[in-house]
């Protein structure tokens, strides 16, 4: 079964700090990878997907993921971090056809 | 376009009372799905709806029950409320009749278990 550890449940930064989420995943089968996010009191939200080719994705508000198959592993990053970036992000990888593993989710804290 | 929509947002039960989840889709979405998510614990699926008129377990199925009702909408019902089912579920859709896709997800339900 397939599985996803995200390190570390919050992440602390200063505003204009490089931000880092990580995320490693297990899988039997070439992954489909994905970052959400989750402001308070609201559904997730897709940030980005790798699904195949580049490994260097691209998503929304600034964001991007490398998918390094030879590390497992699938890291957020925004160069440099805003107050409304405060939010819990998820990880999660393709299990099967149609259904999504999620790991523990990241609380990210920004501060001024 | 409303996207995913849920209700009801908040709920209290007693233990051992009954409710029924509502989610409602208007993206012509195939698959539907329903979470929970518990502190520290993630999203975990409860159950999931491939194409409209299928119904499959998830992780943790135990103590819920749902119906795909037409392709629009797919329910969760607990017949027997439990405090361990104190929990904030969420409703999603996905395009994919194959493969896999981005899921969307609705606000939530916000349950109490007493």
């Known amino acids: 079964a397939q599985s996803v550890t995200q390190l570390g449940s919050h992440v602390s930064v200063s505003e204009g700090a490089l931000v880092l989420l990580r995320c490693n995943y297990s899988?039997?089968?070439?992954?489909?990878l994905f970052w959400y996010v989750q402001y308070p009191n609201q559904g997730l939200q897709l940030l980005l997907k790798?699904?195949?080719?580049?490994?260097l994705v691209k998503g929304i508000n600034g964001f991007e993921a490398e998918f390094k198959k030879s590390e497992t592993s699938f890291h957020l990053t925004k160069p440099s971090a805003h107050m409304s970036d405060a939010a819990e992000y998820f990880c999660?990888?393709?299990?099967?056809?149609?259904?999504?593993?999620f790991g523990t989710g990241t609380r990210l804290l920004v501060s001024p | 376009n409303a996207g995913v929509t849920q209700t009801p947002k908040f709920q209290v039960l007693k233990t051992g009372q009954s409710m029924t989840l509502q989610c409602a889709q208007d993206?012509?979405?195939?698959?539907m799905y329903w979470y929970r998510q518990d502190p520290g614990m993630g999203l975990r699926l409860i159950y999931y709806?491939?194409?409209?008129?299928?119904?499959d377990k998830g992780e943790v199925p135990n103590g819920y029950n749902v119906s795909r009702l037409n392709k629009r909408e797919f329910s969760l019902r607990l017949e027997s409320a439990a405090p361990s089912q104190t929990s904030v579920y969420f409703c999603?859709?996905?395009?994919?009749?194959?493969?896999?896709?981005?899921?969307?997800f609705g606000p939530g339900t916000r349950l109490t278990v007493l």
């Open positions: 999603a859709s996905s395009e994919a009749l194959r493969g896999v896709d981005t899921q969307y």
């Open positions: 899988s039997s089968v070439p992954p489909y």
């Open positions: 790798y699904t195949t080719g580049a490994t």
């Open positions: 999660a990888v393709s299990e099967g056809f149609q259904k999504l593993v």
């Open positions: 993206m012509n979405h195939n698959s």
């Open positions: 709806s491939a194409s409209e008129g299928t119904t």
